[in-house]
């Protein structure tokens, strides 16, 4: 049976070359993702783990043509192949196995040494693997990603000061707005940017008047639990967002949920939009007392740790490459793996057939032994293969070939 090859992509965009509303048009809120992955299987895609953030959303995945995985991504999001096109970026094989390093080190975040990624990751991995679409080689990238960005974490100052759009958030309100101890704040939307904006809300502005509403009231209420804060409906989001002074939304809504009409109030009112899509309607700044902040606007406020962080470049970098050159060189010896096998499997039945025939011929023979000796001499011919193959870089593709040749070998079609 001829399979066909299969390459790995990491296809997506990111906020480099994607607006917040580009970036809206392509983000996957959970039940799209979950339907992408069914979608995938179906399709025969053998490995996918999507990740969809506030700043990026990206595929990686073995496809024969990257446009399958685009042709994915589109079809469970409101965003356009063309529109994909203009923003977008496609890597294979060894550069799309750099980019998930990248991105899950937080060297290729918005704001820089964002460590909120990894756990994204993870998740991700862990949601692929439950639908059965995370392969060995997808699985040990990203526990090499995961390594790397541990070590890049304990041995570099690379996620010093602000490193998330949450502590960003917090670290605008509290340059910019005056006894901010004293003012009311109100956090719509409890998901991961939520509670952790709400954890950096409590440590550093000593506010003892946040409200939380999130449409699931229970989810606000375990945040609350932990914070002792106040937690209202949802219906009455429009008379909290009144008498607040601070509104900060972090929900996963597709569409705008705070708008013009629902301010009534005509005290100074700071409105901060983490959310992708956008979650607060433009419509909000044609009132003289409303600021609008999106995090597009916030990941460009750089704060005194930024240049600081930034001479750890280069060591997070020796990190990734030192990681990364490990799993390649685990990748290369796979690309023999399957020949090895086969050889063993040839041997093997070459032991059967021989012993068979020994059987008839020998009055008391030893089966037993005979096994145990032709296994062990099995063991030994495939272990010079793997040996030369393992020291014979340059031209193990070619050894590859000539072997498969002596020993008619079927082909092995994965391709990295």
């Not at 080190?105 to 460590?115: N, R």
């Not at 100074?268 to 309607?281: A, E, R």
């Not at 031209?395 to 092995?412: A, G, R, V």
């Amino acid at each position: 049976m001829q399979h066909k090859t299969t390459y790995f992509y990491a296809i997506g965009l990111s906020y480099k070359k994607a607006d917040a509303e580009i970036r809206g048009h392509f983000s996957l809120n959970d039940a799209a993702k979950a339907n992408l992955l069914r979608q995938a299987q179906n399709n025969g895609i053998e490995s996918l783990v999507i990740i969809s953030t506030c700043n990026r959303t990206e595929l990686y995945g073995f496809a024969e043509h990257p446009y399958q995985l685009i042709h994915l991504l589109c079809e469970n999001t409101k965003g356009t192949v063309e529109e994909f096109q203009e923003v977008a970026y496609v890597y294979k094989g060894k550069e799309a196995i750099s980019q998930m390093f990248k991105v899950g080190s937080g060297l290729d975040s918005q704001i820089l040494g964002d460590f909120e990624i990894i756990s994204q990751l993870k998740s991700a991995a862990r949601q692929s693997k439950k639908e059965g679409l995370l392969n060995s080689f997808t699985e040990r990238l990203i526990n090499a990603v995961i390594q790397a960005s541990k070590r890049i974490k304990n041995e570099t100052e690379l996620s010093s000061g602000a490193t998330s759009v949450s502590f960003a958030a917090v670290q605008y309100i509290m340059a910019n707005v005056e006894n901010v101890s004293d003012k009311n704040i109100l956090l719509f939307g409890t998901g991961k940017i939520g509670r952790n904006t709400c954890e950096n809300l409590v440590k550093h502005t000593k506010n003892s008047h946040i409200t939380l509403i999130n449409r699931t009231k229970t989810k606000a209420e375990e945040v609350a639990g932990k914070f002792n804060l106040v937690v209202k409906d949802y219906d009455n989001l429009e008379a909290e967002i009144n008498a607040s002074d601070i509104v900060i939304v972090a929900t996963g809504a597709q569409n705008p949920t705070v708008y013009k009409s629902l301010i009534s109030t005509k005290n100074p009112l700071l409105l901060l939009d983490l959310s992708i899509p956008k979650n607060i309607k433009e419509d909000v700044s044609e009132l003289e007392n409303v600021t609008l902040v999106h995090m597009d606007d916030l990941a460009k406020i750089t704060d005194d740790t930024l240049e600081k962080r930034k001479t750890f470049i280069p060591k997070a970098e020796d990190i990734i490459t030192e990681v990364m050159t490990e799993f390649n060189a685990w990748l290369d010896t796979l690309k023999f793996v399957p020949t090895i096998q086969a050889i063993k499997l040839k041997l093997s039945d070459l032991k059967k057939s021989e012993i068979n025939t020994q059987r008839k011929k020998i009055a008391d023979f030893n089966e037993d032994q005979a096994e145990a000796i032709s296994n062990s001499i099995i063991q030994k011919i495939t272990n010079h293969f793997a040996h030369h193959l393992r020291a014979d870089k340059n031209t193990s593709d070619e050894s590859i070939e000539l072997i498969k040749k002596i020993f008619q070998l079927e082909e092995t079609t994965q391709n990295v």
